[in-house]
């Protein structure tokens, strides 16, 4: 993405919260933050039997192409939370 593609994204933490919904359905997210630092809370089944660790990188997974590059969107996850429901 450009840095105009960047500043036309109406809400990044509506992105964050799409990108980690379509990855797993079902999913309840939310996001807090701005300025490229985020705070996200994932709960979802499919974090049933996984460790933090796995659980972590789905979501991960789910955001890297908003992290990708120097004029990524989003720069840094303060915190993230997941958990099964």
Same mark, same amino acid.
Request: proline share 7%; hydrophobic share 40%.
């Given at each position: ?13 509506? $992105? +964050?919260?799409?990108?980690? @919904? ?7 997210? @939310? ?16 974090? $049933? ?13 789910? +955001? ?7 004029? $990524? ?13």
């Amino acid at each position: 993405m450009t840095s105009q593609e960047h500043e036309s994204l109406p809400d990044v933490s509506a $992105a +964050i919260r799409s990108a980690i @919904e379509t990855k797993l359905p079902g999913a309840q997210v @939310e996001v807090t933050g701005g300025g490229g630092h985020y705070s996200i809370v994932v709960v979802s089944p499919a974090f $049933a039997g996984k460790s933090m660790l796995e659980s972590q990188r789905l979501v991960y997974g789910a +955001i890297a192409p908003l992290m990708a590059g120097d004029l $990524a969107p989003v720069h840094a996850v303060d915190s993230l939370r997941t958990r099964a429901p």
